[in-house]
């Protein structure tokens, strides 16, 4: 990966201090040049689905598939199916926190924000 993992420490008015989830930034930035399937494979390769499992679900040849994920890889700037699941995992943290905070379990209003790209949804709490 072109950078190392950063954490990020949040002082959070009802669940004191939190340590955010790991982003990568230049990584990150470079996902919103995934195209719509692409974010489709790329958040099922987060939830560490195979290639015939995503194809399956997405109805598509295993052959698409290992091609989105090349390609994903390129965009994304790194150099395993691994990190760009771990990237992908990242996202998926940051978009479940909209809905219930990481921290405590339940909607709170957090502060927790990320350099998500826009069409990826929303980190704040």
């Known amino acids: ?24 930034h230049d990584e990150t930035a470079r996902a919103a040049l995934l195209s719509s399937r692409e974010i489709q494979v790329f958040r099922l390769l987060g939830n560490g689905r195979s290639n015939r499992a995503i194809a399956g679900q997405l109805q598509i040849t295993e052959r698409t598939v290992k091609a989105h994920v090349a390609r994903i890889m390129a965009k994304v700037g790194v150099e395993s199916r691994l990190q760009a699941g771990l990237v992908s995992y990242a996202y998926q943290l940051a978009q479940q926190g909209r809905d219930t905070c990481h921290a405590v379990g339940r909607r709170c209003g957090c502060a927790y924000t990320s350099n998500m790209p826009s069409h990826l949804g929303s980190a704040v709490c």
């Open 1 to 24: 990966m072109s950078e190392e993992l950063e954490q990020e420490t949040l002082v959070r008015e009802d669940c004191s201090i939190e340590v955010a989830p790991p982003t990568w």
